[in-house]
């Protein structure tokens, strides 16, 4: 089957219900991507399907209908997305594991509400964990994202 990751093609020779963790992991050599629970409790695995925020390691390859975005492809080859300048800036990376989760969580959040309150990020980021304890500047950072993308 085909699947375009990042914005590129890939044809990959997989089981249909080999999940997309694995593919883009184990076949595609994608390393953003974390493995976490593999119970899509956690949100270390969250990539972006057609735009919308997913597990992908509760999501069997053969259901992805559409371009993927992990954490590599999220910014452009010249500059990262607002989302990953404001973690840079925000500092809120601790042991760093889930970020890659919680920065596709976070943008695919301000792709759907660019002007979210605080209650609302709570409420879209509290399905990805984050074992530090991250919270508030992980709410800081999705704050400061969206002065970013307003240009304010």
């Given amino acids: ?30 390393k953003g991507v974390k493995y976490g629970c593999g119970i899509a409790a956690c949100g270390a695995c969250t990539v972006h399907i057609n735009g919308e925020a997913v597990r992908s390691c509760q999501t069997f390859v053969s259901d992805v209908d559409g371009p993927v975005t992990t954490i590599n492809g999220l910014g452009t080859p010249d500059a990262l997305h607002a989302v990953q300048e404001a973690w840079v800036e925000t500092q809120v990376a601790q042991c760093g594991y889930c970020q890659s989760g919680q920065v596709m ?19 879209a980021m509290s399905g990805n964990l984050c074992r530090c304890g ?19």
Wanted: charged share 30%.
């Fill in 1 to 30: 089957m085909q699947l375009v990751v990042d914005g590129k093609k890939h044809d990959v020779d997989v089981e249909e219900d080999m999940p997309l963790l694995w593919v883009l992991r184990d076949e595609l050599n994608i």
């Fill in 105 to 123: 969580q976070a943008a695919s959040l301000l792709a759907e509400n660019p002007t979210p309150t605080d209650d609302e990020i709570d409420e």
């Fill in 134 to 152: 991250t919270y508030p500047r992980i709410r800081a950072a999705v704050k400061l994202a969206v002065t970013k993308t307003q240009g304010v």
